[in-house]
């Protein structure tokens, strides 16, 4: 091979090298466009994930009341509870709560696979798995699983901000 050439293809290895290097640093763009994101979301377990921490997430089936609160570390806390006890409910959404499984109360650590979350939580007599995602930027989808009694259902929770100080 000519010397010129081994020169030319010297040249063009540590070209690709210093590009590679580059984009391994994050000082140029990959072409690809960035996740999507709520506003405010930090990195962490969560990235990437459109989720809300500034209020929780609720359902409704029947008269059961389920509320569901995220916090960046990983972890979630949800309630269940009732009409008579609705205005009681959102004061246990709190990172602290130790949880009480006698009163559907739970903080667990979440697994985010994908754009899908993932957590179990341990009621007295068994585990009840839950599998979604976010649908829209205020509204998460999940299938509840049983461990209990094998009943399987699809639940769509709904963002509600925390309320305003008077």
């Known amino acids: 091979m000519s010397r010129s050439i081994?020169?030319?293809?010297?040249?063009?290895?540590?070209?690709?090298?210093?590009?590679?290097?580059?984009?391994?640093?994050?000082?140029?763009?990959?072409g690809q466009a960035p996740?999507?994101?709520?506003?405010?979301?930090?990195?962490?377990p969560f990235?990437?994930?459109?989720?809300?921490?500034?209020g929780h997430y609720r359902t409704e089936s029947g008269d059961v009341i389920r509320l569901m609160r995220y916090f960046p570390e990983g972890r979630v806390v949800v309630?269940?509870?009732t009409r008579?006890?609705?205005?009681d409910?959102?004061?246990?959404?709190?990172r602290e709560t130790k949880g009480d499984p006698a009163m559907g109360l739970h903080n667990v650590p979440v697994t985010v696979k994908g754009d899908s979350l993932?957590?179990?939580v341990h009621p007295e007599k068994g585990d009840i798995d839950f599998r979604g995602k976010p649908s829209s930027g205020s509204s998460l989808l999940f299938e509840r699983y049983s461990h209990i009694n094998g009943?399987?259902?699809?639940?769509?929770?709904f963002f509600q901000p925390d309320s305003l100080p008077s």
């Open 118 to 120: 993932l957590f179990t």
């Open 151 to 157: 009943h399987r259902e699809k639940m769509e929770y």
């Open 35 to 44: 996740a999507t994101t709520v506003p405010g979301t930090p990195a962490g």
């Open 6 to 30: 081994k020169t030319v293809l010297v040249v063009v290895i540590a070209a690709l090298s210093v590009l590679l290097l580059l984009r391994e640093l994050h000082l140029m763009p990959t």
């Open 84 to 87: 008579e006890m609705e205005a």
């Open 89 to 94: 409910l959102p004061k246990f959404l709190i």
């Open 47 to 54: 990235a990437g994930i459109p989720l809300r921490f500034d």
């Open 79 to 81: 309630i269940n509870g």
